[in-house]
């Protein structure tokens, strides 16, 4: 065995060099070449400042938005503590959250009590960035959007409809809203 | 499932179908021994690496002699790997200021990416410098990948080989691995992934001012190299906590089936390249069957149990129908761009491979949906496997069922004409029980103390499916977690990295002994008494086999921990 530690130690320094610094320097050389905007994050700018990244989501809690999906990254959307609740089907912590979260969006969006919640607002994601949510979810926010906007509901609604991500091919994954996209539409005016 | 998710389905299955002749043919020309496609491009730069390690390739190795070099290279890399992180503060490509990871986590976690784990008790993006994550994990990603499909290779030898002691060169075929099968796999796939909208650069984590006025974080880091190796290696660590959740690292709908295939394409490809190498399709055919059956059993478990949806939250008030207006489920722990039945999908694939990447939450999963994953694990991570590990699982698996033919018939049993007999059972027993003895014993010594349980998020059936789970993962080297469980614990650490070794080792050196010990023989003439292995017939035998020889050894915890809480909770 003692012969082979020469090469190991070899194999390992040869390899790092290919696998851990050449490719890695190699796939970021093209991509901040050929693919540079989404290499670099996707990044949204408003007048020549960053805002956030279209790929992620933020937190929004002003009437006038529509809000994304709980998080349970950090104190919530947080880029640097990525993750979800992990809490089990039947946790009672989860229960309770849950519970809360419907009440408080019933009163939010002024949603009758006999009505269900779309299951995306009041349950957090597994990253925790999630950037999207579902059409039910954003139509039910609508309404409030266009009164704290004092704007028509058919023009909110029609917002929802251009920011609204069919299943791309038309079969994989599912239809989404981006609510930063949105969001920044509303606010760009009528 | 709506029309949409059969369509996905069938559309990864599609994609698998195409690339499992073309990439299976293509790895038996770089491991059967003549001229391969590429020689021009990978010969001098592979000459250049054997002449700098000083090893000959076309010297050929017994079989202990492939073992001690497997282990030497992991002893000097693993360590390597644990200094690298101890000393990361020292070292360049640090912008966030990172520092050193405490001992006892980078135990674990050397251990984990060495064995082909990926188990991460810590959150890549608050943790590992990008230093730490593209010279010391992504190495790793690449040659524990490439070790295991040397295993493999050495055994297919062993099968094929008349009264030969050696069976290949350790060094030459993780070299060939690396440099024909896996360098161009992943530069390619990360490519695609960087079009998408993965990251790839070396940034400090920037901080904007979001629309309302807030700060976030947007962490950077050389992502896509790393996403493409994850996957096409089955490691599964991601560079962020959230895995291949997070939006930079899984964007769209489209990354998501190409992480898919990614997971999905080197093993299912082995069993062809086994076929073929042994001049016999159908052994392969057979091999590959068995795999694909599984997985598609454990797919379609798990879709439907998430897109159902949970009856607690229903009756809480929420909407979890899925209509044109939303993908409905059980969308806690999940994205809404892949939904409930991605989520399914997802897990099954990780988990029948040695992968461990996740797109959803494992915790958060039902009861059924959840126990899809971890009994893919149970059952050796072979409903497709490792880069290597699957197929050698398969193969041992194979002797065990030709070995139960052979004594409902009271004839010596035989595999591709080798006699198997008492050496190598031995060997295939050592191999079958390891794994299990060590889930078991970590799994129940921690819920008989007190503190192991302090880690837990959840509590009832659903505590012990997490602690469960979690040996079971590392034991089986898969990496993938229910996630509420605080790992981070000198107990969790040492135990995990224990289960990780045992998991690795005591599977690749028996795997290795039986190789040796087959080769030696000279294969006996097919006769009307041979029971023949190339049938649908082996090939349901063989699924029994798995189900009932491995499954069972797990059935009561799995009684205890998902089915009572499926039960109890009334899914």
Redesign the interface.
């Known amino acids: ?1 003692r012969r ?9 320094v ?3 060099v ?4 050449a ?2 320097l ?3 050389g ?3 070449i ?2 540079k905007h ?6 949204v700018e ?1 007048s020549g ?5 279209s ?8 009437v006038k ?1 529509f809000h994304p ?1 709980p998080s349970a ?1 950090g104190e919530g ?15 009672p912590d ?2 309770k959250t ?2 809360g979260r ?1 009440a408080a969006y019933r009163d939010d969006n002024g949603v009758a ?1 006999g009505i ?5 607002a ?16 954003a ?1 039910l926010q609508a309404t409030r959007v266009a009164t704290a906007r004092g704007w028509p509901l058919h023009d909110v609604l029609a917002a929802v409809t251009r920011h609204t ?1 069919d ?10 809203v981006n609510v ?1 996209a949105l ?2 539409d509303l ?1 760009r005016g009528r | 499932m709506t ?2 998710a059969w ?2 389905l069938g ?1 990864l299955i599609s994609a698998l179908a195409i690339s499992t002749p073309l990439l299976g043919s293509y790895m038996a020309r770089v491991y059967g021994g003549g001229k391969a496609p590429g020689d021009r491009l990978f010969l001098p730069v592979e000459r250049v ?1 054997y002449r ?4 000959d390739p076309d010297r050929e190795q017994r079989w202990n ?1 492939y073992a ?2 497997l ?3 992991s ?3 693993v360590i ?1 790997l644990y200094l690298q992180l101890r000393l990361q503060q020292h070292l360049p490509l640090n912008p966030d200021h990172l520092v050193g990871v405490p001992s006892a986590l980078s135990f674990n976690t050397a251990v984990s990416f060495l064995t082909n784990t990926n188990w991460q008790n810590y ?1 890549g ?2 943790t590992m410098t990008y230093l730490t994550q ?3 994990l ?2 790793h ?3 524990s990948a490439a070790a295991g499909a040397g295993v493999a290779v050495a055994l297919i030898r062993g099968l094929l080989r008349r009264r030969s002691d050696t069976l290949g060169n350790f ?1 030459a075929d ?2 060939r691995t ?2 024909r099968v ?2 161009p796999l ?2 390619a796939g ?2 695609v992934l ?10 400090a ?2 901080v ?5 006025g ?1 700060h ?5 880091g ?1 992502i ?3 996403e ?2 994850k996957n096409v290696g089955q490691n599964g660590g991601g560079p ?3 895995n291949a ?4 690292e899984n ?4 990354t ?2 190409f992480i898919l295939w990614m997971i999905l394409a080197i093993p299912f490809a082995l069993p062809f390249t086994f076929g073929k190498l042994a001049g016999d399709r159908k052994q392969g055919y057979v091999v590959l069957a068995a795999m694909v059956g599984l997985w598609l059993v454990g797919a379609l478990i798990a879709m439907p149990m998430e897109a159902r ?2 009856p ?3 009756a ?5 129908k899925v ?17 409930a039945v ?2 399914g999908l997802f897990a099954d694939s990780t988990t029948g491979t040695s992968t461990g990447s ?4 494992h ?5 059924i949906g959840g126990a899809v994953p971890l009994v893919n694990i149970m059952l050796g991570e072979v409903t497709p496997g490792g880069t290597g590990s699957g197929l050698y699982g398969m193969l041992i698996f194979a002797l065990t069922a030709v070995f139960i033919a052979g004594l409902m018939v009271g004839r010596t049993p035989e595999y591709l004409g080798k006699k198997i007999q008492a050496a190598e059972m031995k060997l295939v027993v050592i191999y079958l029980l390891a794994v299990p003895l060590v889930i078991l014993a970590f799994a129940g010594a921690s819920i008989v103390m007190t503190t192991p349980l302090h880690s837990l ?4 059936p ?1 505590g012990l499916t ?1 602690m469960v789970y979690a040996f079971t993962s590392q034991g089986n080297n898969n990496g993938s977690a ?3 469980l605080a790992g981070n614990t000198n107990w969790f650490n040492t135990t995990g990295g224990i289960a990780m070794l045992v998991g690795r080792f005591f599977l690749m050196i028996p795997a290795l002994a039986i190789a040796g010990s087959l080769g030696r023989k000279q294969p006996v003439p097919a006769s009307a008494g041979t029971f023949p292995t190339g049938t649908p017939l082996f090939a349901g035998l063989l699924v029994g086999v798995i189900v009932i020889v491995v499954g069972l050894t797990y059935f009561p915890v799995v009684a205890l921990g998902p089915i009572t ?1 499926h039960l109890i ?1 009334r ?1």
């Not at chain 2, 960087?194 to 940034?203: A, E, I, P």
């Open positions: 065995m082979q530690l020469l090469p190991a130690l070899l194999m390992t040869v390899l790092t290919l696998t851990g610094i490719y890695p190699l796939v970021t093209v991509s901040q050929a693919f989404r290499a670099n994050g996707s990044l408003v400042k960053p805002v956030g990244s790929l992620l989501g933020q937190g929004f809690t002003g938005y999906r990254a959307y947080d880029g640097l503590a990525s993750g979800a609740s992990n809490l089990g089907p039947s946790n989860l229960l849950i519970k419907i009590v269900e919640v779309p299951v995306d009041v349950t957090a994601s597994a990253s925790g960035l999630d950037s999207g949510i579902s059409v039910a979810n139509r991500q299943r791309q091919w038309g079969f994989l994954g599912e239809k989404v930063l969001n920044l606010d | 029309t949409a369509l996905q559309f690496i700098i390690c000083r090893v002699i001690y070099s282990l030497a290279f002893a000097v890399s390597v959150a993006e608050s593209m010279a010391g992504v190495l990603n690449f040659v060094w993780l070299t690396t440099t896996l360098l992943a530069f990360a490519m960087v079009s998408q909208g993965v990251v790839q650069n070396f940034h984590t920037k904007v001012t979001t629309v309302e807030r976030q974080s947007i962490p950077g050389a896509a190299s790393q493409a190796i962020y906590n959230a959740a997070h939006p930079f964007p769209n709908p489209i998501n089936v949806g949970s607690r939250l229903t809480l008030g929420a909407d979890q209509t044109a207006l939303q993908s409905g489920g059980n969308m806690e722990g999940k994205e809404s761009r892949f939904g991605g989520c996740i797109n959803c939450a915790d958060s999963m039902t009861p998020a959840n509590h009832g659903h997490e229910f996630g509420g809480e909770g899914y």
